[in-house]
């Protein structure tokens, strides 16, 4: 699978910030991935948020989530996260 931004997040490492993501083992685990890896992509740390959460981006264990997310963000009218998630999603 391709990933997203990848000249956007040259540099690898450790995550470049606190994702404030819960532990791995909670239930809300994968819905607080799904949100940081979008919220990555939109600061252009895609690679970052993929280190912190353990997921690629486009990962279908999170598509649930990312549906979510894009349904919130039409409602919403932000049109960059909309654009996010539907990339996401291909």
Not at 1 to 22: C, Q, T
Not at 51 to 71: D, F, K, M, Q, S
């Amino acid at each position: 699978m391709s990933r997203a931004f990848v000249n956007e997040d040259a540099g690898g490492g450790a995550p470049r910030r606190d994702y404030g993501l819960p532990e791995r083992d909670e239930a809300s685990f994968d819905a607080a991935a799904a949100a940081a890896l979008l919220e990555g992509a939109r600061s252009g740390e895609t690679a970052s948020a993929e280190e912190a959460t353990g997921y690629y981006w486009g990962e279908p264990r999170l598509h649930e989530h990312v549906r979510r997310i894009l349904a919130r963000a039409r409602r919403e009218g932000d049109d960059r996260l909309e654009q996010l998630a539907e990339r996401f999603l291909r």
